[in-house]
C-alpha cells in the first residue's frame, strides 16, 4: 500500500513538471504575452481584395493619414487636441478610421495643427487653436460666414499656423488663385504685414497667380505660375531665400525660377526644378541642403548628386526626393531612421532608401518619419514612439515596412 502511495505521488510530480513544462514551452500567443513583432503580425490583418483603392497618402507632425477612394480617412499617430480628427485625444498605431472626416479629399497635417479640406471647398482644423473652441471636435474655417468662395484647391499647416490657396467666385475654374492665412503669427507668417494672432483666415496680400503653398515652422512661401516663389515669415536662417535673414511679415521674391514642387522643413525650404535638381536653402545644421555642407545658405543651393526629380516633400530636418523612375532618396537629419537607408545617422548628400532601393509613385514626410506609396502598397520609416508609422508599434523602424491601411 505504501509502495502504491509512493508510486502514485511520483507519477504526481512528474505530471506537475511536464505541465510546468509545457507551460514555459509554449508559444508566447498562447498566454498573450506577444512581442510587438508578433502582434503586428496577428492583429494587422491584411488589405481586403475588395478594400477601396489608396487615392492619397499624407504625413506631417507625428502621424499618418491615408484617404481612399470611396472616402474613408484612416489616420495613425500623436492625437493630442484631437488633431486626427476621430474626436479623441488618445494616439493611434494601427490605421484608425476617421469617420467625421468622410468625404474629405485631402488631409494636411501639422505639427499641432491638421485641417481636412472637402470636395464642396469647405476646411475643417483640429488642435490647440481649436481645443478651446470646440475640444476635440473640427473648427469649420473655411467657407468663412456671408463670404463667396467656391473653392479651397489646397491646403498647408505648420506649427500653429495653415494657410489656403483658394479660387474665388471670380476666379473659380482658374488655374491659380488667392492666398489665405491664419494662426498664432510669431513671426508674420500669416503674411499680411503684421504679428497679431488671427484665427480666421486673412488674405496675403501681393500674392496672385499662385499655384502651391507651404508652410513650415514659422515661415510660408507660394509657388507662382511660372516657377517663381514667394515666401514670408521667420527668416533666421535664410529659410526665405531672399539673401538675407531677416523676418519678413509680407512676402518676398526667393532667389528662385523654375520651380515645380515646393517642400518646407522646420527652419529650411526645398524646390523641385523644372530641370529635374532641387535646390534649398535655409539651415543645414543636419546636412538639410543636401549641398555636402553643414552651412546655412540664404539664397537656394544646388542638392548634389539628384537628377529627374518630379517629387520632393520634407520633415523637421530631412527631405526626400522621387525621381521619374520611382526611385526615393532621403538627405538631412537621420537619427531616428527618418532617411531609410538603415544607417540612422545624419547625411549632407542624398542617399537611396531601402536595399534594393525603394520605388513608389507618392510620398510623405512628417516631423522624424516618412511614407511612400507603391500602387496599393504602403512603406513607412522613421521615429514611431507615438505609433504614427500605422505597423501596430512604437518601435523606430531606419527601414522601409510595410503597413496594410
Known sequence: MRARSLVLL?????????????????????DGRRSPIERLT???????ADAPAIRHLFAGGEATCAVDVAGEVRCAGANEYGRLGDAVTVAR???TRVEHARGADAITLGRWTSCARYADG??????????RLRGASPFRVFPPRGSDFRTVRAVATGEDDACALLGDAATAGSTSGTVWCWGRNLFGEVGDGTLAPRMLPTHVVGLREIDE???GHGHACARLHGGFVQCWGRNEHGQLGDGTTTDRAAPVSARL???TKLALGDSFTCAAMVDGTVRCFGDSEEGELGDGATTSRSVPTLVKGLSGVIDVVAGEKHACARRTDGAVWCWG???????GDGAGVNRSEPAPVGAPTL???????GLLHTCARRGERVSCWGANTRGQLGDGTTIDRPRPVEVAW
Not at 333 to 339: E, K, P, S, T, V
Open 122 to 131: 469647405a476646411v475643417e482644423c483640429y488642435g490647440p487653436l481649436y481645443a
Open 93 to 95: 498605431s494601427v490605421p
Open 213 to 215: 503653398i507651404g508652410v
Open 42 to 48: 496577428e492583429e494587422r490583418a491584411p488589405r481586403r
Open 359 to 365: 520605388v513608389a509613385d507618392e510620398l510623405a514626410a
Open 257 to 259: 525660377a523654375g520651380a
Open 10 to 30: 511520483l507519477l504526481l510530480v512528474l505530471l506537475v513538471l511536464l505541465v510546468a513544462l509545457t507551460s514555459c514551452r509554449r508559444s508566447p500567443r498562447d
Open 333 to 339: 537629419g537621420g537619427a531616428f531612421g527618418q532617411l
